[in-house]
């Protein structure tokens, strides 16, 4: 048998098979499946495909944004649910890496706070009007406390009007 002969015999009984693009011959682990085949693999290479694909990629990458884009408004809940599954299993993991950011950077979170308070003024307005709501006696307490503070007034004490609104506000 001829060499030529050897080689399409190995390629015939499965052991090796010929990429339709860069032609080389190679084992049939360096290919992907697919169904449709015959043999059950792609006519190309996983490199020749790798190749093409990232060809492709970058020939259409406003497409695939647009497209992306268009798909995270369609499916915002499933978004919003495997964030929370991403979270939980992650949680753990995350607060490590935030002791370990914070013990190296102290003024880490304070940053990081001033940033998500600037990048979210509705959210901050909501929050903030959401403790007042339920801390009435002690938002007034403390916008009077600093507004005093502000003035250059000495800090007083609770008055005799506000103490009892404090007490029920803190289960006494």
Same mark, same amino acid.
């Given at each position: 048998?001829?060499?030529?002969? #050897?080689?399409? #015999?190995?390629?015939?009984?499965?052991?090796?098979?010929?990429?339709?693009?860069?032609? +080389?011959?190679?084992?049939?682990?360096?290919?992907?499946? =697919?169904?449709? &085949?015959? #043999?059950? /693999?792609?006519? /190309?290479? !996983?490199?020749? &495909? !790798?190749?093409?694909?990232?060809?492709? $990629?970058?020939?259409? =990458?406003?497409?695939?944004?647009?497209?992306? %884009? %268009?798909?995270?408004?369609?499916? *915002? @809940?499933?978004?919003? +649910? @495997?964030? $929370?599954?991403?979270?939980?299993?992650?949680?753990?993991? +995350?607060? *490590? *890496?935030?002791? $370990?950011?914070?013990?190296?950077?102290?003024?880490? &979170?304070?940053?990081?706070?001033?940033?998500?308070?600037?990048?979210?003024?509705? =959210? !901050?307005?909501?929050?903030?009007?959401?403790? !007042?709501?339920?801390? &009435?006696?002690?938002?007034? %307490? %403390?916008? =009077?406390?600093? $507004?005093?503070?502000?003035?250059?007034?000495?800090?007083?004490?609770?008055? #005799?009007?506000?103490?009892?609104?404090? +007490?029920?506000?803190?289960?006494?």
């Amino acid at each position: 048998m001829s060499a030529l002969a #050897d080689v399409m #015999d190995t390629q015939y009984n499965g052991h090796v098979k010929t990429c339709s693009v860069c032609a +080389l011959v190679k084992p049939r682990t360096e290919f992907y499946r =697919r169904v449709a &085949s015959p #043999d059950g /693999l792609a006519p /190309l290479c !996983r490199e020749c &495909s !790798r190749a093409k694909s990232r060809a492709y $990629q970058v020939a259409h =990458r406003d497409e695939a944004r647009v497209r992306h %884009a %268009a798909w995270r408004v369609a499916n *915002e @809940e499933h978004n919003r +649910l @495997e964030h $929370q599954r991403w979270y939980k299993a992650n949680k753990y993991r +995350l607060s *490590e *890496e935030y002791k $370990q950011k914070y013990a190296t950077d102290p003024e880490y &979170s304070k940053i990081k706070a001033h940033e998500w308070s600037m990048a979210n003024p509705e =959210r !901050r307005a909501a929050i903030r009007r959401k403790w !007042r709501e339920t801390h &009435s006696a002690s938002a007034i %307490a %403390a916008v =009077r406390r600093r $507004q005093e503070r502000l003035a250059g007034v000495p800090v007083a004490d609770f008055t #005799d009007e506000e103490w009892p609104a404090v +007490l029920r506000e803190f289960n006494h």
